[in-house]
């Protein structure tokens, strides 16, 4: 399992939210390539960047910041997240070096360009589920659907998506652990990989998901702990290697 430093970027500052509200965000550098430096130099193997004003205004807003990153750290695999919607959007980021697009909003409007996306771009889609009480939010989750994540993770077992990060919308940001149960449910729903994200405080958190001994669960992501000081990246990674080490 992967340890997934989050990078949340918004008016080009690496920020954190509480539970997706942009008016509720702390800033912790206005330096997001900095950031990215330390992660790496802490051992991460993955880095997950969210551009939160594409999110809230369906394309890329902080582009420029998620490319230099990519070129800064060529060889570390990059997911992004935010506005993306449409085959362009994704076509620029995988030219910047970027290795994992994520489609949230645009997957639950418009599922069929799901499957699209990985057509054109094979091995580089990932889809994003942020749900509330099982369903699932969209527009930076100012909306929440009708629509239950785990049908929605069925649907496109047959597209080809590389992974689902599932966001419990309650949790994110509130470092009072990840919704355990919610994540194992999904993994359990379809054979596409899990990334876990939302909620994660401390070395516990991770410890939770491992002893679900589900290996659908390929990764976690988490912001506000690392940058709190409440979770350290390389202890946890090697908490996660030590696991899978022992199998």
Known sequence: ?????????????????????????????????????????????????VDLNGAFEGQPVNGEVVTAIARRYPELPIQIGGGIRSL?????????????????????????????????FPGKVIVGLDAKDGFVATDGWAEVSSVQATDLARRFEADGVS???????????????????????????????????GGIHNIGDIQKLLDTDNPGIIGAITGRAIYEGTLDVAEAQALCDLKYKDE
Not at 27 to 42: T, Y
Request: proline share 3%.
């Open 88 to 120: 362009e959007t994704i076509e620029h980021y995988v030219r910047a070096g970027v290795s994992y697009v994520i489609i949230g909003t645009k997957a639950v409007k418009q599922p069929e360009f799901v499957g699209e996306a990985c057509r054109a």
């Open 1 to 49: 399992m992967l340890i997934i430093p989050a990078i949340d970027l918004k008016d080009g500052a690496c920020v954190r939210l509480r539970q997706g509200l942009m008016d509720d965000a702390t800033v912790f550098s206005d330096d997001p390539v900095a950031m990215a430096a330390k992660w790496v130099q802490a051992g991460c193997r993955r880095l997950h960047l």
């Open 163 to 197: 992974a689902i990060v599932y966001t419990d919308i309650a949790k994110d940001g509130m470092m009072q652990g990840c919704n355990v149960e919610a994540t194992v449910a999904l993994a359990n729903a379809s054979r596409i990989p899990v990334i876990a994200s």
